[in-house]
């Protein structure tokens, strides 16, 4: 089935322990993003990539990091987490960087305590 | 700037009912607008693109420059159609910008 596939769907850590949210195309898409979702403030984005070692920041790119290595992963990284950046995130793919349609992954709902 | 305003938080309507969920954009260029819907325990999808004229699920939405609008309309709302609603503008630098959302319920 084609689709993102984001992991884990929920995670509880503290502050400073360093986490990866994975995320992972099987479509051939060239384009990957990154958004967190919060209360009232809709989807922002973090980071996006247009393709292999082509990576950019979004609008809240603080704090984040990402690789993109192969054309299929896209995970996000947080080297040093802190409580504001306790969110649920989104991964997303398009099969170009025209954005005609995205799909999203299911989501990782996370907390930094 | 670039900005989407979706000015409803939530929105409650009879089934029935016409729907009208509005959605302002502020762009400097010639935009490009989406509707994505997330219903509940399902991801994030397109529902549609301004760019395609298309009706889907009974939905349209039209692009109307001189109010900077982009509203989604439904002429008789059904109880499937309860979701969020995200109005998304292509902006520059290969992004979306999206509404807040809003809360569709439809009521029995």
């Known amino acids: 089935e084609a689709q993102v596939t984001q992991n884990p769907r929920y995670l509880i850590t503290v502050t400073g322990k360093k986490l990866t949210v994975t995320c992972s195309q099987n479509?051939?898409?060239?384009?990957m993003s990154w958004y967190r979702q919060d209360p009232g403030l809709g989807l922002r984005q973090i980071y996006y990539s247009m393709n292999v070692e082509v990576t950019d920041k979004g609008d809240v790119p603080e704090g984040y990091k990402v690789s993109r290595k192969e054309k299929r992963n896209f995970p996000l990284i947080l080297e040093s987490p802190s409580p504001n950046q306790t969110s649920l995130y989104f991964c997303?793919?398009?099969?170009?960087?025209?954005?005609?349609?995205?799909?999203f992954g299911s989501g990782t709902q996370l907390s930094v305590l | 700037a670039q900005r989407v305003t979706q000015p409803e938080k939530l929105l409650s309507v009879f089934k029935g009912a016409p729907v009208e969920l509005k959605c302002n954009y502020s762009?400097?260029?010639?935009?490009?607008l989406f509707w994505y819907v997330q219903y509940s325990r399902q991801r994030l999808q397109l529902l549609l693109r301004h760019i395609s004229r298309e009706s889907i699920k009974g939905f349209t939405a039209d692009l109307n420059k001189g109010e900077t609008s982009f509203h989604l309309k439904k002429p008789f709302a059904q109880e499937e159609d309860s979701a969020m609603y995200y109005c998304a503008l292509k902006g520059s630098n290969y992004q979306l910008i999206w509404g807040a959302g809003t809360k569709l319920i439809i009521k029995p």
């Open positions: 762009y400097s260029g010639s935009p490009e």
């Open positions: 997303a793919s398009s099969l170009s960087t025209g954005l005609e349609k995205l799909f």
């Open positions: 479509m051939n898409h060239e384009y």
